[in-house]
Nanobody, 125 residues
């Protein structure tokens, strides 16, 4: 059984920083990548950053480039999202995802098998 647990969310002032964590347990050795998504009320779930596990290569959506950094600690089986210079527009529930189906785009939420429960990030202006 695979389990993903996010943590690290909370309220923050605009311009501040937060670091999200996603702890994975269970059978994870077959994963090729892991991805962070976010979803604000009334919007679709949006992929924002993904990391390839074997070499740490990462990809970002334009709106978070140069502000957010995705990383992963293999030994701890934990993925991170360092978020700097946060903006009110970053307010959302943040989810980690894994178990990407073969051939699916990294940004396609339907292409992932495993999801965490989400952690709320609220950025005040």
């Amino acid at each position: 059984q695979v389990n993903l647990v996010e943590s690290g969310g909370g309220p923050v002032q605009a311009g501040g920083s937060l670091r999200l964590s996603c702890q994975a347990t269970g059978v994870t050795y077959a994963w090729d990548s892991q991805t962070w998504f976010r979803q604000a009320p009334g919007t679709e779930r949006e992929a924002i950053a993904s990391i390839r596990i074997r070499d740490g290569r990462s990809v970002y959506v334009e709106s978070v480039k140069r502000r957010f950094t995705i990383s992963r600690d293999q030994a701890k089986n934990t993925m991170y999202l360092q978020m700097n210079r946060l903006e009110p527009e970053d307010t959302a529930t943040y989810y980690c995802a894994a178990g990407q189906r073969r051939g699916a785009s990294w940004s396609d939420a339907l292409g992932y098998t495993y999801w965490g429960q989400g952690t709320q990030v609220t950025v005040a202006s």
